[in-house]
C-alpha cells in the first residue's frame, strides 16, 4: 500500500518537531543519575508561592498625616473635585486620562457619581486633612485576587496637591494598604507611553520599568503606547522605608522643601 503525505500531514508533523515539548524531543539530554549528572528531568517552572488568594479592596479610609484617602463619595467630594480638578482651567490635567474633562458641572456629576458606584476600578477621594478638602482623586483597578496582583491608577492631582509631601503621601498610603494588609505580591502602575511626569513619577516612587506595550489601547479616538512599571512584595520593606525617611517631618525645612530626595 503506497502512504501518501498530504501537505497538511507534512505541516503538522513539522509543527512537532519544532515544538519538542518536554519528555519528548529528540535531541533532549537525559539525566544519567549512576554519573551524577546534573540535568534535571523536571522543567523550570518557577518558586513554589502561597496560592491562596488575597482579599479584595475594601472602601475604606485611610489616614495620613498630611492626607486622607476616603472612599469616593459625591455628596461629600463633588464639590471640592470639581473646583480643584474639573473647572475649564484644569483642562490639562485630563490629557492622559479615559475621563474628562468635562463640558459643565452636570457632566462631571454625572460620571462621578458612575466613578463611585465601581468596584473595579475602586476610587478614592484624596482629602487635604487640614482643610477637609478633596484635592484629587485615585483607583486601585484591575484587582486580581487569585494572583494577589493589583494596579494604581486613574490618578488625578490638582494644582494644589501636586509636588506636595501630600501627594507622595497618598501613594505610600495606597501601597502600604496593598502590601500589608491585602497581601499582594505584585503592585502595577501603568500609563501612557508619552506621559512623562507619569513616568517620572512611578520611578520616583520605587516602581520597576518593565517595557512598552505596543498600541495597546485606543483613548478618545488616539492610539496609546503603554509602560508598564511595578513593584513586589520582596521590594516594599526597601520602598517603605525610603518613604518613611522621606516623609519624615525633619526632612522638611520650615517653608516645607524638602532636605533629602525621595528617590
Given at each position: 500500500?503506497?502512504?501518501?503525505?498530504?501537505?497538511?500531514?507534512?505541516?503538522?508533523?513539522?509543527?512537532?518537531?519544532?515544538?519538542s515539548?518536554?519528555?519528548?524531543?529528540?535531541n533532549?539530554?537525559?539525566?544519567d543519575?549512576?554519573?551524577g549528572?546534573?540535568?534535571?528531568?523536571d522543567?523550570?517552572?518557577?518558586?513554589?508561592?502561597?496560592?491562596?488568594?488575597?482579599?479584595?479592596p475594601g472602601?475604606?479610609?485611610?489616614?495620613?498625616?498630611?492626607?486622607?484617602?476616603e472612599?469616593?463619595?459625591?455628596p461629600?467630594?463633588?464639590?471640592?473635585?470639581f473646583?480643584?480638578?474639573?473647572?475649564?482651567?484644569h483642562?490639562l490635567?485630563?490629557?492622559y486620562?479615559?475621563?474628562?474633562?468635562?463640558?459643565?458641572?452636570?457632566a462631571?456629576?454625572r460620571?462621578?457619581?458612575?466613578?463611585?458606584?465601581s468596584?473595579?476600578?475602586l476610587y478614592?477621594?484624596?482629602?487635604?486633612?487640614?482643610s477637609?478638602?478633596?484635592?484629587?482623586?485615585?483607583?486601585?483597578?484591575r484587582?486580581?485576587?487569585?494572583?494577589?496582583?493589583?494596579?494604581?491608577?486613574?490618578?488625578?492631582y490638582?494644582?494644589?496637591?501636586?509636588?506636595?509631601?501630600?501627594?507622595?503621601e497618598?501613594?505610600?498610603?495606597?501601597?502600604?494598604?496593598?502590601?500589608?494588609?491585602?497581601?499582594?505580591?505584585?503592585y502595577?502602575?501603568?500609563?501612557?507611553?508619552?506621559?512623562?511626569?507619569?513616568?517620572s513619577?512611578?520611578?520616583?516612587?520605587?516602581f520597576t520599568?518593565?517595557?512598552?506595550?505596543?498600541q495597546?489601547?485606543?483613548i478618545?479616538?488616539?492610539s496609546?503606547?503603554?509602560?508598564?512599571?511595578?513593584?513586589?512584595?520582596?521590594?516594599?520593606?526597601d520602598?517603605?522605608?525610603?518613604?518613611?525617611?522621606w516623609?519624615?517631618?525633619?526632612?522638611f525645612?520650615?517653608?516645607?522643601?524638602?532636605?533629602?530626595?525621595?528617590?
Amino acid at each position: 500500500m503506497l502512504l501518501v503525505r498530504s501537505p497538511l500531514t507534512r505541516l503538522w508533523t513539522r509543527s512537532l518537531s519544532c515544538c519538542s515539548v518536554i519528555g519528548h524531543g529528540a535531541n533532549q539530554r537525559r539525566p544519567d543519575r549512576r554519573k551524577g549528572d546534573p540535568v534535571t528531568a523536571d522543567p523550570a517552572v518557577g518558586p513554589a508561592v502561597d496560592s491562596r488568594p488575597a482579599p479584595r479592596p475594601g472602601r475604606v479610609v485611610l489616614d495620613g498625616r498630611d492626607v486622607s484617602l476616603e472612599p469616593l463619595d459625591p455628596p461629600r467630594h463633588g464639590d471640592s473635585l470639581f473646583e480643584t480638578t474639573a473647572r475649564p482651567e484644569h483642562g490639562l490635567l485630563w490629557t492622559y486620562m479615559f475621563d474628562g474633562p468635562f463640558a459643565d458641572r452636570a457632566a462631571f456629576d454625572r460620571a462621578l457619581a458612575q466613578l463611585a458606584l465601581s468596584e473595579d476600578p475602586l476610587y478614592s477621594a484624596i482629602v487635604d486633612r487640614a482643610s477637609g478638602t478633596a484635592v484629587g482623586r485615585a483607583a486601585l483597578m484591575r484587582i486580581d485576587p487569585a494572583h494577589r496582583v493589583i494596579e494604581v491608577g486613574s490618578i488625578v492631582y490638582s494644582p494644589r496637591l501636586q509636588r506636595t509631601r501630600g501627594a507622595t503621601e497618598a501613594m505610600y498610603l495606597l501601597a502600604r494598604y496593598v502590601f500589608e494588609e491585602l497581601g499582594y505580591r505584585r503592585y502595577e502602575w501603568k500609563c501612557h507611553a508619552l506621559n512623562e511626569r507619569s513616568r517620572s513619577a512611578a520611578l520616583r516612587l520605587g516602581f520597576t520599568f518593565e517595557g512598552i506595550f505596543r498600541q495597546h489601547l485606543i483613548i478618545k479616538g488616539r492610539s496609546r503606547d503603554t509602560a508598564w512599571f511595578s513593584m513586589l512584595d520582596s521590594e516594599w520593606p526597601d520602598r517603605k522605608a525610603r518613604f518613611g525617611r522621606w516623609l519624615a517631618p525633619d526632612n522638611f525645612d520650615r517653608e516645607g522643601r524638602q532636605l533629602a530626595p525621595l528617590s
